[in-house]
């Protein structure tokens, strides 16, 4: 059985700090990782996605993936109450077809 | 604007009684997939559908059947519905299905069997 492990939480930092957020795969062979973020009751939205191993940013988030290691990572910098969530990692599949989802990690941002 | 959107959005019924979720998509999109999502387990793939008339198991199928009989539509049925089946699903698509490309999620249906 494929799994993608993350960290339940709750995760909390105060604004202004780096929130980091980690996800782990069994999958050695997965191709594509993807953070997506879900506030309560709503529906994921992406985040990021990286394939690449290292780093990847995109304004105050930075993905990081460690392929060897089986390791993908999400870094918010400068966090506000506003990335108050759940943050899902995602793992595609070799094939690309299958989507399996981390539980998520819930993350509370104090004002 | 570009969305999926599902209906109904909450369903209450009863053990037994067949019922469908509908899941429509304004994008062209050839891949399509259903989701539930249960608290401590994240979101679980039940079906895909790579276009139309091709279907393919995810990770938890059973007691789930779908079709994909117009590339926009993608109903999810429940023939016998049971109490551990109350859950919230999400619908999503994308353009291909290919592992590079991300999916865009429905607003989400919950529901609950009594």
């Known amino acids: 059985q494929k799994e993608v492990e993350q960290n339940s939480g709750p995760l909390s930092v105060p604004e202004g700090a780096i929130a980091s957020l980690n996800c782990t795969y069994s999958?050695?062979?997965?191709?594509?990782f993807f953070w997506y973020r879900q506030y309560s009751g709503k529906s994921p939205e992406l985040i990021m996605f990286?394939?690449?191993?290292g780093d990847k940013e995109d304004g105050r988030f930075t993905a990081q993936l460690n392929k060897a290691s089986q390791y993908v990572s999400l870094l918010i910098r400068d966090s506000q109450p506003s990335d108050s969530a759940t943050y899902l990692c995602?793992?595609?599949?070799?094939?690309?077809?299958?989507?399996?989802f981390g539980a998520g990690t819930r993350l509370f941002v104090k004002a | 604007e570009a969305q999926v959107t599902q209906n109904p959005r909450y369903l209450i019924t009863v053990t037994g009684k067949k019922l469908t979720v509908t899941c429509s998509q304004n994008?062209?999109?050839?891949?399509m997939s259903w989701y539930r999502q249960d608290p401590g387990l994240g979101l679980r793939q039940i079906y895909y559908?790579?276009?139309?008339?091709?279907?393919d198991k995810g990770d938890v199928p059973e007691g789930y059947k779908v079709s994909r009989k117009e590339k926009r539509n993608f109903p999810l049925i429940l023939e016998s519905p049971s109490p551990n089946q109350t859950s919230l699903y999400f619908c999503?698509?994308?353009?291909?299905?290919?592992?590079?490309?991300?999916?865009?999620f429905g607003p989400g249906t919950r529901l609950l069997v009594l």
């Open positions: 559908s790579m276009n139309v008339e091709v279907t």
């Open positions: 999503a698509s994308s353009l291909s299905g290919t592992s590079e490309e991300t999916q865009y």
């Open positions: 990286i394939y690449s191993n």
């Open positions: 994008m062209n999109h050839e891949y």
């Open positions: 995602a793992v595609k599949d070799t094939g690309g077809f299958k989507t399996i």
């Open positions: 999958d050695r062979g997965s191709q594509s």
